[in-house]
C-alpha cells in the first residue's frame, strides 16, 4: 500500500514562510495538501500529477508551490502566511488520478497523519 510522512509544519509568523515535506512510498499517481481548520471541512489546496502538471486552490495561486524531489519527496513551499493559513495539513495521494484541475478528497486514498501549520 501507499504510506505517506508528513512533517516541516510548526509556527510561523505573518508574512513568512513555511515548506512542508511528504515522503511517498508505494505506487501512486497524483499527489496533493489538502488541509482543514477547526470547525471547517478539508480543503485542496495543490496538486501535482503524474506528468508534472500543477493545481492550485485559488488562495494558494501565487503564494504557494508544490514539488517533487528525484526521492518521492513532496513539498508544499508555502510564503506570504497569513492567520487564515493556518490549519492542519495532509498530504495525500491517488490510486488512479493522474492530474485534476479540483482537488476532491474522493479522488485520494492514501493519507498522511497531518502536521499543523500556526500562523500568528
Known amino acids: 500500500d501507499v504510506q505517506l510522512v508528513e512533517s516541516g509544519g510548526g509556527s510561523a509568523q505573518i508574512g513568512g514562510s513555511l515548506r512542508l515535506s511528504c515522503v511517498v512510498s508505494?505506487?501512486?499517481?497524483?499527489v496533493a495538501w489538502f488541509r482543514q481548520a477547526p470547525g471547517t471541512t478539508r480543503e485542496g489546496v495543490a496538486g501535482?500529477?503524474?506528468?508534472?502538471?500543477t493545481s492550485y486552490a485559488e488562495f494558494a495561486e501565487g503564494r504557494f508551490t508544490i514539488s517533487k524531489d528525484s526521492k518521492n519527496t513532496f513539498y508544499l513551499q508555502m510564503n506570504q502566511l497569513k492567520p487564515e493559513d493556518t490549519a492542519m495539513y495532509y498530504c495525500?495521494?491517488?490510486?488512479?488520478?493522474?492530474?485534476?484541475?479540483?482537488?476532491?478528497?474522493?479522488?485520494?486514498?492514501?493519507w498522511g497523519q497531518g502536521t499543523q501549520v500556526t500562523v500568528s
Open positions: 501535482l500529477g503524474d506528468d508534472g502538471s
Open positions: 495525500a495521494a491517488s490510486r488512479w488520478v493522474t492530474w485534476a484541475r479540483e482537488l476532491l478528497e474522493s479522488d485520494f486514498h492514501f
Open positions: 508505494g505506487d501512486h499517481r497524483m
